[in-house]
């Protein structure tokens, strides 16, 4: 009766992860928005920081598809970022004006630039609510014209060296 009973257990856990690698395999493919791994030319701390996406998917939140990645960073740390393109500048903003306004405390706001200094959005450093009561976590949100970035994680130094990565 055990040797059914381990068959069926192993039967289950085989099952249960060849399940999981295809749902993983659907969401990360679905759309490859970015590469596997982007590797930064600075050093952060005295060590090369490498970004892995581990998955990639989107939602509709008030009616506009954003797309979301998951990155885990070499040093441990996860981000998250939420992103869309808008019909307009005007609508990125929106979507920066609402999500600046449920930040625990703006850090500091001003201009986004582009790599010659030209005004393209805004851009926020913020402090937001973690998941567990009392957690923080950092953030930085910007628009760049019709685009909309926000990057969470508990690692301000990995989100500044992730958004140099969109410049």
Known sequence: MSGIRSAILICIVVLGAGLAYLSAQRVVEAKPLLPRILHPSRMQGGWLVEFTVIVQGDAFEDGVHMGKTEF??????????????????????AKFEKVLGKAVKIVERGKKLDQSGKVVGERAQVVIAGSKPNETMSAVLWTDGRMFREV???????ILELE????
Not at 83 to 93: I, K, M, N, V
Not at 152 to 158: A, C, Q, T
């Open 152 to 158: 969470e994680s508990k690692s301000l130094p990995d």
């Open 164 to 167: 140099k990565e969109y410049k």
């Open 72 to 93: 885990g960073a070499s040093d441990g740390m996860l981000l998250h970022m939420t992103f869309g393109q808008f019909s307009d500048p005007e609508h990125a903003t």
